[in-house]
């Protein structure tokens, strides 16, 4: 891939966005749009992958969107920067890679702002290490800070990464995050200590992911 097309799109309702993502999937698949990587925040919402069980939904009876991508349930909103690149994957087409990729972008952007992070065996995305044992009673185990959940269907991404910047995570106490009960949720802002807006980082997580995906920086 030599070239990508960024849509910063705002504030989209989430159905609004697959929509479009729909739309776009099917328009690079039959060769008629190019790489495409949307940049968004939604409302309030959760979306479950195809693998959610039941007991990791909300207990409240909070309605819940059933998606096409893999993995679990997750919870998206407001101050979570969510990325949705469509792109052709060269053959033959390896999931993981792409996985890799975003992962590889998302670290970089969290170094930039002085937290790091790493991988967990047996699970996607981007974690913060667990708190050093010692007498300190507020102890944190593995903490989840970016989401990924992708679909590739004929060669061509759809869904993507949620990289929490400020969101409130109250809303993840509601469900089993990505179906993992031994781990937390983390965001930039509760790692720093600090206000760590979407606008902050969405520079950023464009120029890593364009590099990531096209092998080269922005322009």
């Not at 802002?189 to 364009?210: F, H, N």
Request: aromatic residues 4%; hydrophobic residues 45%; glycine residues 10%.
């Amino acid at each position: 891939m030599s070239e990508l097309r960024v849509v910063r799109a705002g504030t989209v309702p989430y159905e609004q966005a697959w929509e479009r993502q729909r739309e776009v999937h099917a328009a690079r698949v039959a060769g008629e749009g190019p790489d495409t990587l949307f940049l968004l925040e939604h409302p309030s919402v959760y979306t479950a992958g195809r693998r959610t069980e039941p007991h990791e939904r909300p207990l409240d009876g909070t309605a819940v969107i059933d998606v096409d991508r893999g993995g679990k349930i997750t919870w998206h909103g407001p101050g979570q920067l969510v990325g949705y690149p469509i792109v052709a994957l060269p053959d033959p087409v390896d999931v993981v890679a792409h996985v890799r990729r975003l992962e590889d972008a998302l670290m970089a952007v969290c170094a930039g702002l002085g937290v790091p992070t790493q991988r967990v065996e047996g699970r996607s995305g981007v974690w913060v290490a667990a708190d050093a044992p010692g007498p300190d009673s507020r102890f944190r185990p593995e903490r989840k800070i970016a989401a990924i959940g992708v679909r590739v269907a004929r060669g061509v991404t759809m869904h993507g990464f949620a990289l929490n910047c400020d969101p409130d995570l109250a809303a993840f106490g509601a469900i089993v995050p990505c179906g993992i009960v031994d781990a937390g949720v983390t965001s930039l802002s509760a790692e720093l200590g600090r206000d760590v807006p979407v606008a902050e980082v969405v520079d950023a997580v464009e120029d890593a992911v364009r590099r990531v995906l096209t092998l080269a920086p922005a322009a």
